[in-house]
């Protein structure tokens, strides 16, 4: 069972690696926040809460893109109130299974920040 689970997790490690940030938002993302990332996903109008627009992070923050909150939202460090009991699948735990070391999440989640800041108005 071990080596199974040693197997899936080098399967996603290699899996993941090629993906870009676009990618990774549309894979884990996009399913609630929408294709365009204004929180109009499919999966958005069964939810309880309004899903956030994340192309105005940066204007809800005084225009400065707050990088490290997103950071501890995905990797799981920052339970965000709304989310109540983890609504929001919080997908660092899938990056760190897929990338190991650290190193590789910490790059998988890089990507992902350096997609969202690049849709900011």
């Known amino acids: 069972m071990v080596v199974l689970g040693a197997l899936v997790g080098a399967t996603q490690a290699e899996e993941l690696a090629g993906y870009s940030g676009a990618d990774l938002y ?14 109009d996903g499919p999966v958005s109008e069964s939810l309880k809460l309004m899903v956030p627009d994340l192309t105005l992070l940066s204007r809800r923050h ?30 660092g735990f899938e990056f760190r299974a897929a990338g190991g070391d650290g190193g590789q999440t910490d790059q998988l989640i890089d990507r992902l920040i350096n997609y969202l800041q690049s849709l900011q108005h």
């Open 62 to 91: 005084g225009g400065a893109f707050p990088a490290d909150q997103v950071r501890r939202i995905i990797d799981g460090r920052s339970i965000r109130p709304p989310h109540g009991e983890r609504d929001m699948p919080v997908w």
């Open 26 to 39: 549309r894979r884990f993302c996009a399913s609630c926040h929408g294709v365009t990332a204004h929180g």
